[in-house]
């Protein structure tokens, strides 16, 4: 039985050996070679062409289609798609090359996963290691407390990189909406992180620092005793005194803490609440032996004091800063607290002896006295520039301010001014420097009537160093241009150059270059188009011969006008230009500028565009539109 239920399967599979050798035999010879191709080897398979095969220029264009969150995940998958994705998002926020051009982060409160800021696509990239210019704007936060996330994505950040040579931290103008209580609770927490990234942004070999906008960032917390002398005895029965319910502050400090100036300049701050702890960002030792710091720019005040004030005024100290832009333009709450004002300028100067350039932004009427003895504190300044005031400043306005004094410790200097013997260039508004080289001739002795004394007793130049003067006069939003204006102050100038007596040293003071920028708006106030008929002067302006011969001596003038490049060059302003080659009888170089131009490089005139000028001022030898 068995044998007989074993016969039908062996003839099964016979016949099944049979057919299928019928018909792999009754195949063409060309079946075989799919079967042998199909046992190649695994490592030679066969794949389509990927997408990083194609050129960069097709990869970014098919990348510029996707959404944001589809490029953070491209640049998750390879090295090239890395780079090419993230340079595509950052292109998407006005950022066409991180690390050389300006990387300008801007940070809002509504981040979204599905539309990925700057910031983050820097943090997804594995190539961007240097960056030149980094500013990042904190415009969307408030309140102190709300800069907690923003100021842990910005120190990952910095911790990511290797190198940075510039940064900008950009606060909004005003902090508020918090109450004391929310604000305390948060203030150990805020301040611990702004530590962390202005150590971390040194630690980056960062030369230039830039701190701009913030008004009243924890300002609430510290309280300026206006009733304490600056200097305070070492006794901690006295300190307690002072400083009730601020034990925490001297449980976490030494005694040879205390007896640094900064720390002890901080004593004139008190918390505002009596539970509060005294709390400081500081610099870590580590930080201030690598501190690169060259320039500092102060757009605000609120790191002069504490929270902040221990990190900077010590990181200033340790670091060689030769150059510092300053705005005095502070909020009108600390306009009013003249006295703390002062002190804070007194603690900056301090910590800065050595200080080159001055770059002073913000002028207003108040604050004119405080600049004269801000600077009068830098007895090394070689360059001084103070931007034009945004509101009008008549020259009685700076008359009113007093004459800084020098002080016995500097006697050398022939001035009331510091820096007066190092002084290289000074370029300011036309009062200001109409007050400032009065001021100098002023302030000097006068010399003896006897000949011999003279020769003597001569003194030496009041600016031996001098090479370069620039006056700007600013006709716009109401300022009326006025000749006699700016020849007062070219005369003030030449008076303060002149030697003092018939000495040699008189030769040198020739190579001082005094140079005259103008600036109108569509109005053209002030400026007669009648000052200049034909090839002559009209006769208005002939009267005014001392005038004339004071502008007659000027070289070199910018002039800033009210439209664009291409009208300058078209002859929109033509008129305009002859009335003002009309009072400058000696002028070699013009420099026509538009408006708000970001062009770099000046096209120089030439031929009948340059013979339109020479007519008018024959001594012309170069006009460049810019």
Known sequence: MASRSIRPSDSAFSAHRSLSSWSLASYPPSIFRIFDEARLPPQAPWKPNTLEELSEELILLILSQL??????????????????????????????????????????????????????????????????????????????HSLGKPL????????????VASVTLHFPAHFGGEDGSTAEKYLRKTVLLFEEVLNEIVFKSCKRLYLHGSRNLLENMYRFRTDEATSFTHSRKIFLQHFVGARDYFDRRKEKKILDPIVQDDLRYARTTITGSRIFARCSQSALTRTKLAHINMNTVDFLRPPFSQWLFTMLRSS???????????????????????????????????LQSLHVTGLVDSSLQPFAKFTNKFPHLTNLVVESPKHEMSFATFASVTPPSTGPEMHVSPTSFTFAPVLRQIDGPVHLITWFFRVAC??????????????????????????????????????????????DAIRAIQQSLEPSSDSRTSLRRSNTAIEVHLKFDQKFSGLQLSWSKGHTLSPDIIALNDDLAA???????????????????EGRFNAKIFGVLAIFSGLRYLRLLSAGSRVEVPTILSGSHLGLFTARNPGLKRVEVQ
């Open 67 to 144: 959404p944001g969150i589809s490029l953070l995940s491209c640049a998750c998958t390879s090295r090239t798609m890395n780079r090419l994705a993230v340079e595509c998002l950052l292109a998407s926020h006005g950022i066409s090359d991180a690390a050389t051009g300006v990387c300008r982060v801007v940070l809002t409160d509504r981040v979204s996963k599905e539309i990925p800021d700057a910031l983050t696509a820097l943090l997804h990239s594995v190539h961007i290691k240097n960056i030149r210019y980094l500013e990042i704007r904190y415009m969307s936060y408030f309140s102190s």
């Open 152 to 163: 842990r994505r910005t120190h990952r950040l910095l911790s990511r990189i290797e190198s």
């Open 320 to 354: 060689p800063i030769t150059s510092m832009s300053f705005d005095f333009h502070t909020s009108p709450r600390l306009r009013s607290r003249s006295q703390e004002h002062e002190f804070m300028l007194i603690r900056l100067a301090a910590v800065l002896p050595h």
């Open 442 to 487: 002023q302030q000097r002795s006068p010399e003896s009537s006897d000949p011999v004394n003279r020769v003597r007793m001569a003194l030496p130049p009041m600016f031996p160093s001098l090479l370069a003067v620039c006056i700007d006069f600013y006709c716009v939003r109401g300022v009326r241009f006025d000749l006699s204006i700016l020849a």
């Open 551 to 569: 502008l007659g001596g000027i070289g070199k003038v910018f002039l800033v006008l009210p439209g664009s490049r291409d009208d300058i060059i």
